[in-house]
């Protein structure tokens, strides 16, 4: 079993930074490739950035590719979501979820899911 606790959401003006973190309790996070998703009110959960269990391999979103980083530190069981350059449009719930097996950007493909963060990006 993976638990995942997301944090660092909040309010932030357009052009702004934030850095989400995922604190995760558990067996073998370091095996666990680890992603962030986000859900706007009345859409359905979409694909943000994932990371391969080592961080050698990284895939995004075309939406926010060259704004979002995603890291990881194994040794601290946390992964990181930094997020530079907002806009109103990137404003939903953030999720942070991990599996077994590499990246993936499908969230079927992840079997356990933090409770998720609001980031709030006003214009």
């Known amino acids: 079993q993976v638990q995942l606790v997301e944090s660092g959401g909040g309010l932030v003006q357009a052009g702004g930074s934030l850095r989400l973190s995922c604190a995760a309790s558990g067996r073998t996070f370091s095996s666990s490739a680890m992603g962030w998703f986000r859900q706007a009110p009345g859409k359905e959960r979409e694909f943000t950035a994932t990371i391969s269990w080592s961080g050698g391999s990284t895939a995004y979103a075309d939406s926010v590719k060259g704004r979002f980083t995603i890291s990881r530190d194994n040794a601290k069981n946390t992964v990181y979501l930094q997020m530079n350059s907002l806009k109103p449009e990137d404003t939903a719930v953030y999720y942070c979820?991990?599996?077994?097996?590499?990246?993936?950007?499908?969230?079927?493909?992840?079997?356990?899911w933090g409770q998720g963060t609001q980031v709030t990006v006003s214009s």
């Open positions: 979820a991990a599996r077994w097996g590499g990246v993936t950007t499908t969230p079927q493909g992840y079997g356990y």
